[in-house]
């Protein structure tokens, strides 16, 4: 499948501005949306490292109702938590309904990390296909909307980015001994990600793959998918879907011209009553 992927989609600057502001904007009221309506949603951003997750989430975060989301970046399981059901730490990180989760990293660490890198036993790492299944299953019949992308890049471009990254000084820190390791085993993690895709896409979570060459086609395909979801979970559940923001005046919600306030009356005038105050 990704051998099939064109990474060399992109989008240019000039169209990319207007375009992308008018996802903003539309996200936005889809998500207030999704408020009301009780629909809860989580969004999963797995792929190669350095192939702009971080980007993209941030720029998906930028223009939300920040008390609707939380973006949670997971990492190793804790001590404690390894001495737990695996998936407990995701079920315990399962947003209220009508909020959002935001998983920079996610459950799919057991089949691809663990799996690669020999850190679970092979049949743990096979039970984890079904574990995950039933995990997403429960949470669709429950009307949650799950959204998983795998942001793709190839192995010479992780490599062109690897090393302009160790060449600025601010953001050298970002590659480590563990990162070039995990690009010399770039093939096998192929192979994972192909076994993931085959074995958990689902109609009710689907896989997207982004060509994320091109960041700024990356963030568009990202927004458009969550908005058409967003929009199908909306219709799904009887609830009606927001109008669209205006093509040609995107993402304009500016403020109304402050009116100038009248002259105060001269002292020879009599007082005026207070006007009451609004309730």
Not at 37 to 47: A, N, Y
Not at 135 to 156: T, V
Request: overall charge positive; some cysteine.
């Amino acid at each position: 499948m990704l051998e099939k992927i064109d990474l060399d989609r992109s989008l240019p600057k000039a169209e990319f501005k207007p375009r992308f502001t008018w996802l903003q904007e539309r996200l936005m009221d889809l998500q207030n949306a999704c408020w009301k309506e009780k629909i809860g949603s989580l969004l999963v951003f797995e792929g190669w490292d350095a192939a702009g997750k971080g980007t993209v989430v941030n720029s998906l975060t930028q223009r939300l109702e920040p008390r609707g989301f939380r973006l949670y970046s997971v990492q190793a399981p804790r001590t404690y938590e390894a001495s737990l059901p695996w998936l407990w730490r995701f079920w315990e990180k399962v947003p209220n309904y009508g909020e959002m989760a935001i998983f920079d990293r996610s459950w799919y660490g057991r089949v691809l990390v663990e799996r690669v890198e020999k850190l679970t036993p092979k049949e743990r790492v096979l039970a984890g296909y079904q574990d995950i299944a039933n995990f997403e299953r429960a949470l669709a019949d429950d009307g949650y909307a799950i959204l998983k992308f795998f942001l793709h890049i190839s192995k010479q471009e992780q490599r062109r980015r690897f090393k302009a990254l160790e060449k600025d000084p601010l953001n050298a820190w970002h590659v480590q001994d563990e990162d070039w390791e995990h690009h010399r085993k770039y093939d096998k993690y192929a192979r994972a990600a192909e076994d993931m895709f085959s074995r958990t896409e689902t109609e009710w979570a689907p896989w997207t793959i982004v060509e994320a060459t091109d960041l700024r086609w990356a963030r568009v395909r990202v927004f458009e998918t969550i908005v058409r979801r967003f929009e199908e979970s909306l219709r799904q559940h009887g609830a009606a879907v927001p109008p669209e923001p205006k093509k040609d005046d995107p993402g304009d919600r500016s403020a109304p011209p402050v009116k100038t306030p009248p002259k105060p009356a001269s002292k020879s005038a009599g007082k005026k009553p207070a006007a009451k105050g609004r309730r």
